[in-house]
């Protein structure tokens, strides 16, 4: 169980600190880590902003998932909620 919750760590550790997957400007590219896997969020323009402002609160994603999504949405310049 250990091991497993290091490399969960670990790998929070490089989502928030590791560039993001976005090639295209003005887009949005999160990986969620959840407990049965992963969900890739792409998302552009009014969608991408819409996300990046909603994250966070309690109508969008919260918790450890709106905090990663914050981190990638402010590295791509995209203001935060």
Known sequence: MLVGLAI???????????????TTPGCVDVSILGATGAAALHQ?????????LS?????????????EIQAVCRKDGFPVG
């Not at 969960?8 to 976005?22: D, E, N, R, W």
């Not at 552009?44 to 990046?52: E, K, T, Y």
């Not at 994250?55 to 905090?67: H, I």
Request: charged share 15%; glycine share 16%.
């Open 55 to 67: 994250a966070g609160k309690p109508n969008g994603y919260f918790g450890e998932t709106g905090r």
């Open 8 to 22: 969960f760590a670990v790998a929070i550790i490089i989502a928030l600190t590791g560039p993001s997957q976005s």
């Open 44 to 52: 552009c323009g009014a969608d991408a902003r819409s996300l990046c």
